[in-house]
């Protein structure tokens, strides 16, 4: 099956002591390229295995993932430095008394001054404890992404079959055309030495009339660039119908560059209006090809 490479997969689980949601999001890029955002502090170990699931869905694309840790704070995350505390108090008491000031008593003043209280969690630490629920999150935002992806990717390749369709069809009107090429040569070569030669009345040796249409067809030959657009044209269309179409994004862009390639060599060559208007409506269907093949994995 044929994959976008752009898509958004989103998931939430939620729980008794916290909600976590996660997002996937890509456009499309010629390289695996993976962003990673978290509302907490990642391990490289958590990083190290979001990466790895990421990889066995996607081979290519810039891909941003962004979780979300929703829960709220524990009264086992702080603690009060006793020291400390008793530290400012007993000075300012001793400071009071010096000062024949009436020495404090309330606490809760003093539980604003630096290093009263400290913050004992580590985001880490807490990333690690739900780290299950996380995955298990963003596996879900991954099918979904995946769903998207698919949902795309088809019809995608219902375009591209219908834009292959209509190479085929002025492929063939160009070799049904070219025989016509030569001989309306010859026609034109004829009536116009004629005419050159009756003014001095010199008829043109049939032999030379062959002689340059040989050339011009040599020159003007596209049977070979025919039959490899063709076979271009039929490998594109193998290559969506294989069974092994995910990943093949590389393999269709390489395809349609040949496309063109031989395109513009058999414009050059054909030497006539009809074909090379043929070529113009060839260019523009390959062209859309091009674009839309830039997003497929």
Known sequence: MLLSMTGFGEARIEGPELAVRAEVRAVNNRYFKLGIRCNESLTAAAEAEIEALLKQAIRRGTVQVNLFIDR?????????????????????????????????NRLDPFLQLPGVISDRSDPAVRVEEVKPILMAALEQAVQEFQR?????????????????RELRELAEQVR?????VIENYRRRL??????????VDIQAAQEDILREVGLF??????S???VRFQSHVEQFLQALDSAA????????DFMTQEM???????????????????VVRAKTIVERIREMVQNVE
């Open 260 to 278: 063109v390639r031989e395109i513009n060599t058999l414009g050059a060559k054909a030497n006539d209006v009809e074909i090379s208007g043929y």
């Open 190 to 199: 004829r009536e116009r030495l004629n005419r050159l030669l009756g003014e």
């Open 72 to 104: 709220p704070p524990s009264s086992l995350d702080f603690r009060v430095n006793r020291e400390v505390l008793l530290g400012y108090w007993n000075q300012l008491v001793s400071i009071a008394i010096e000062a024949h000031a009436t020495p404090p």
């Open 176 to 180: 049904t055309r070219a025989p016509a």
């Open 148 to 164: 998207m992806r698919q949902v795309e990717g088809r019809n995608m390749a219902d375009d591209l079959r219908r834009n292959c």
């Open 217 to 222: 067809a040599e020159r003007s030959d596209i």
């Open 245 to 252: 179409a995910e990943g093949v994004g590389r393999r269709l």
């Open 224 to 226: 070979e660039e025919l």
